[in-house]
């Protein structure tokens, strides 16, 4: 089973920024597209960006972080990553990443079931 590793969550107050790094197991390039999702306390889980590591390197973000939010990905290293600036008590949240092999390229998220890998979360917390 691969598990993928995230890293970089942490404790900021409002305005603030912190970088998720999320680790890919190799080899990298039976990767596609690695994704990161969040989830709130008593909310569900949702998608938040995605990026696909072919030609074109289409990306994806929720509405609620455009312009905030920077996905990117380091394939000499196998990593992942998300910049997040400009945060808000709003983000708080367990982040998590995903990889697939075979997701769907477009222009909407892609949802949960279209990933293979997850990681086991990273907690982000927003003070005001």
């Known amino acids: 089973q691969v598990q993928l590793t995230e890293s970089g969550g942490g404790s900021v107050q409002t305005g603030g920024s912190l970088r998720l790094s999320c680790v890919v197991p190799?080899?990298?390039?039976?990767?596609?597209?690695v994704g990161w999702f969040r989830q709130a306390p008593g909310k569900e889980r949702e998608a938040v960006a995605a990026?696909?590591?072919?030609?074109?390197?289409?990306?994806v973000y929720t509405d609620a972080v455009k312009g905030r939010f920077t996905i990117s990905h380091d394939m000499s290293k196998n990593t992942a990553y998300l910049q997040m600036n400009s945060l808000s008590p709003e983000d708080t949240a367990m982040y998590y990443c995903?990889?697939?092999?075979?997701?769907?390229?477009?222009?909407?998220?892609?949802?949960?079931?279209?990933?293979?890998?997850w990681g086991q979360g990273t907690q982000v917390t927003v003070s005001s």
């Open positions: 995903a990889a697939g092999r075979a997701v769907r390229v477009g222009s909407s998220l892609p949802k949960e079931s279209e990933y293979d890998y």
């Open positions: 190799g080899p990298y390039y039976d990767i596609n597209c």
């Open positions: 990026i696909w590591t072919g030609f074109g390197g289409n990306i």
